[in-house]
């Protein structure tokens, strides 16, 4: 199932940005791979909170087992620098300031039979930088890209869009 989230417009001072993502045309791993990402906003530090899930993700991952989400990128749900999500070239790397990767660990750790991740806890020091207009993405369980949406501004709460089907 596909996730349908209509965006809101921005209006007053709205500061929660959500992202609905769709399967990247490169992958084969999990072909109908889908989600969505919701922040709740970036405070004043450039802290950046929120959850993500996603659906249709290979099936029966578990990064306890030693072996799975052990590769680069491996599990992972990152923003990244790129404006589109078209190909690797639009997508860009990691998306952060300074020297050290803060997505670097951040991701799922496990999915159920149905490929499904659960909600994802997110808090990511961003600094100064802005998320609207990024490509969010979620990587498989080797590392490769296997979803992604664009994250922009949004009126609705978490539950409005975890809820939108």
């Not at 906003?41 to 959850?51: A, P």
């Not at 052990?70 to 860009?92: F, K, L, P, W, Y």
Request: hydrophobic fraction near 35%; proline fraction near 2%; aromatic fraction near 8%.
């Amino acid at each position: 199932m596909k996730f349908l989230v209509a965006l809101a417009a921005l209006t007053g001072a709205s500061a929660s940005y959500v992202a609905t993502l769709s399967h990247i045309a490169e992958d084969t791993l999990a072909p109908k791979a889908t989600g969505y990402v919701y922040f709740d906003g970036v405070d004043s530090n450039g802290i950046v909170t929120g959850f993500s899930q996603a659906n249709h993700l290979e099936a029966n991952v578990d990064s306890t087992n030693g072996v799975d989400c052990t590769a680069a990128n491996g599990c992972g749900m990152h923003i990244h620098e790129g404006d589109a999500c078209t190909n690797t070239t639009t997508q860009g790397g990691h998306y952060f300031e300074g020297d050290e990767d803060p997505w670097a660990t951040v991701g799922y750790t496990s999915t159920d039979v149905n490929g499904y991740s659960g909600m994802i806890d997110l808090k990511v020091d961003m600094g100064s930088l802005p998320i609207e207009g990024k490509p969010f993405i979620v990587h498989a369980n080797d590392g490769s890209r296997i979803a992604c949406g664009i994250i922009e501004s949004t009126t609705l709460s978490h539950e409005e869009v975890a809820f939108l089907n």
